[in-house]
């Protein structure tokens, strides 16, 4: 009985002494408690895939000491799962968080017996740029801070290749790639040697001295240079026709029979080519040049005169007509004949064709005012705008915009010269009045005593909003132009084409400042204005250079013909410039009789106004029409022409070079001609066959491919009165 009783004394004593609080037993009964000094941890941005350590400190806040477990969750870890905080001390509790790609954000849970702390935990990962450099020698990090790549210098002598390849074992230097130069020498004396910054070693071959013999050619043998050898007997050396040429043999020229078979003619689009029968140049009979495709055009054409007929832009051809049953309509057909669309005019009326562009087809009401209408299917209208509203003031009078006297950008603006006229029923004299002391008119408006000088230069939008408006005295009249040359300059010729000016837009203002580019007062030229190459041809005149404002004129000095040149087609193109002149065959002074006239194309040196070449144009003794010129590729002139014989006009397409006819060939059916475009390798033509018109096109092939350089038509690139294409 005793021992149970002791048993029981020493239990009791047992629990009594389990809750005390004995995590230091040095301190007795005393408690022991925590607290975190901190209670948020910011691990700011770290890369991802990289670690970032922080300590929490936990300060003892009792007498004795206490064990403390801390617990997180991943991202965020703790190295060790407990930390020993003694009374009145303290102790640091390191985490650590591994960074992936964005924000995240935790909680560290700290507990000593009942007692629990939390901690938050704030971090940012973040994915690095892919950094790549900019060029060779330059290397590329990325910056956590400000979270951008960053670029230094690569160190010198690291390997690269040198921008030009005559340059060869690149090393960086100063982070710049420098090579040794390469070295082209081959050795060879037929050949020049040279190294190209772009295609490193070129060779050419070398260019002997031109033997004086005509039957001797010159050769290079790499064992001793340059030298002379005989030419291919039968080579040609002198004067040939088919019946006797001037060949080399053994070395030497020779007179001989011209043998049979000898291409004395190239092949045109209507004819094949010509060689030597029995002492004749033998041709093919020429044919007709006929039709690639022959389209119903849907009406009559309406066009102003001197103004185009047909546009073509893109592929597609562009045409006004009136007529058979649907009033006046814009139609439209592919490069092919393919009607695309037929879009009637909102009130019916006439339109006649401006120009053309990626904007739309620009045509002109017979008021002044212009429209925009879409390329494609159903070619709504886009825009109308009538710059006749931003004239000067003054009674009665009336906006006139006609012929070159609206331009297109190459960014599809419209560049359009407003003249101002008197009205026909406004009372005004036709000289548009003039004030009883000579100075400003009546009414406070512009000097209306001349009335050329009644001008406004207007530049539309694409969306045919006014961007620019202002007066240009001096530039009125149905003889004055403008035309845009290669940098979009604005080029204004005056009536009589003596006198052109710049027209710049003002620094302050919405208006232009015109600055004289020619002043030849005393020209009398007619209304043309061709740019192209920083050249002017004006009024078939004159040429003028845009660089030093220098100024060679054109004698048309027919010596026993009376020459009156016509204003255009006007052409210019590689310093050449090409005009047409009516001529009198009997030398008088006075204008010929109709019956009497013809027509000449001269050919004129741009830089002296000398004529290089004249032929005439017409194909027989008769009068006719030129209805439209074009210059072709290697320095050609094509010509669309009729002329009036018994039983109506017969149309020609003719080619001329170097003072030669090269080609002519007839249109089948003495067509009645309204206009042409030419492009590519194909002529356009608007024509009327048996009361019918129609849209035709004939196939000139590599022998009549038209330019689009400098100032190659008459209105320029599809009426875009510009000399960039």
């Known amino acids: 009985m005793l021992r149970t009783r002791l048993w029981l004394l020493f239990l009791v004593a047992f629990v009594s002494a389990g809750a005390c609080r004995c995590d230091d037993p040095g301190i007795g009964n005393a408690r022991g408690d925590f607290r975190p000094e901190q209670t948020e941890l910011d691990f700011g941005r770290v890369l991802e895939g990289e670690q970032s350590r922080r300590t929490v400190v936990l300060v003892g806040t009792g007498r004795a000491g206490v064990t403390v477990t801390a617990s997180t969750s991943s991202p965020f870890s703790v190295p060790e799962s407990s930390v020993f905080v003694p009374g009145g001390g303290s102790a640091s509790l390191e985490v650590v968080f591994t960074a992936g790609d964005g924000p995240v954000q935790g909680t560290l849970v700290l507990t000593a017996g009942s007692r629990t702390e939390n901690v938050v935990l704030k971090a940012e990962g973040v994915r690095p740029l892919a950094c790549v450099p900019t060029m060779q020698c330059r290397e590329s990090h990325f910056e956590l801070d400000p979270g951008i790549c960053m670029e230094t210098p690569a160190p010198d002598g690291t390997l690269c290749i040198p921008a030009s390849r005559c340059e060869e074992r690149g090393r960086c230097q100063a982070g710049e790639c420098v090579g040794s130069p390469r070295l082209c020498d081959d050795d060879d004396p037929c050949t020049v040697d040279a190294c190209s910054p772009t295609e490193g070693c070129v060779t050419t071959p070398v260019v002997c001295p031109r033997p004086m013999n005509a039957c001797k050619v010159a050769v290079c043998r790499r064992t001793s240079g340059c030298g002379e050898e005989n030419a291919a007997d039968l080579s040609v050396c002198g004067p040939v026709d088919c019946r006797t040429a001037d060949l080399c043999v053994a070395g030497a020229c020779q007179t001989l029979p011209t043998p049979e078979g000898t291409l004395c003619a190239p092949p045109t689009p209507c004819q094949g080519e010509g060689r030597c029968r029995s002492g004749d140049c033998v041709r093919p009979d020429a044919g007709d040049l006929l039709p690639t495709f022959s389209q119903r055009l849907g009406g009559v054409p309406t066009a102003e005169p001197g103004g ?185 010729s005056a009536e009589g084409g003596g006198r052109v000016s710049r027209a710049d837009p003002e620094d302050a203002g919405t208006g232009f400042v015109t600055t004289p580019v020619v002043d030849e007062q005393g020209e009398d030229g007619g209304p043309s204005l061709a740019v192209a190459g920083g050249r002017l041809f004006v009024g078939a005149r004159l040429f003028a250079s845009m660089d030093d404002g220098g100024v060679s004129r054109v004698f048309w000095d027919g010596g026993s013909q009376h020459l009156m040149p016509l204003a255009e087609p006007a052409l210019l193109l590689d310093d050449v410039g090409y005009a047409f002149a009516r001529t009198c065959p009997d030398g008088g002074v006075t204008p010929c009789m109709q019956e009497m006239e013809r027509l000449v194309l001269w050919a004129m040196d741009a830089r002296t106004g000398e004529r290089a070449w004249e032929v005439p144009v017409f194909p027989v003794d008769a009068p006719g029409t030129l209805h439209e010129a074009s210059v072709i590729r290697g320095g050609a002139v094509g010509t669309l022409t009729d002329v009036a014989l018994d039983g109506g006009p017969l149309a020609h397409v003719q080619l001329f070079a170097q003072g030669e006819r090269v080609a002519i060939c007839p249109l089948k059916d003495r067509p009645r001609i309204a206009g042409a475009a030419h492009v590519g390798r194909f002529l356009y033509v608007v024509l009327e066959r048996e009361g019918t018109w129609r849209l035709e096109a004939f196939d000139l092939g590599g022998f009549g491919f038209a330019e689009t350089r400098g100032w190659p038509q008459r209105h320029g690139v599809s009426g875009t009165r510009r000399a960039r294409p």
């Open 308 to 492: 185009p007929v047909l546009l073509a832009h893109g592929g597609g051809l562009y045409a006004s007509v009136c007529g058979e049953d649907a009033g006046c309509q814009l139609v439209a057909f592919t490069e092919n004949g393919l009607l695309r669309f037929a879009a009637p005019y909102p009130d019916g009326g006439p339109r006649t064709l401006v120009s053309v562009s990626d904007g739309g087809v620009l045509v002109r009401e017979p008021f002044a005012s212009l429209e925009s209408y879409a390329l494609t299917s159903p070619g709504e209208r886009l825009w109308q705008a009538s710059p006749g509203t931003e004239g000067p003031p003054g009674v009665g009078l009336e906006p006139s915009m006609g012929v070159g006297r609206v331009a297109l950008t190459t960014e599809g603006e419209v560049v359009a010269l407003v003249s101002w006229r008197a009205a026909a029923d406004a009372g005004v004299p036709p000289d548009g009045g003039e004030a009883a002391d000579g100075g400003e008119a009546a009414d406070g408006g512009v000097d209306a005593g001349t009335p050329q000088a009644l001008a406004t230069l207007v530049v539309l939008g694409q969306d045919g909003g006014v961007l620019r408006a202002g007066p240009v005295p001096g530039f009125g009249g149905e003889g004055t132009r403008v035309a845009l040359d290669e940098q979009g300059t604005v080029l204004l």
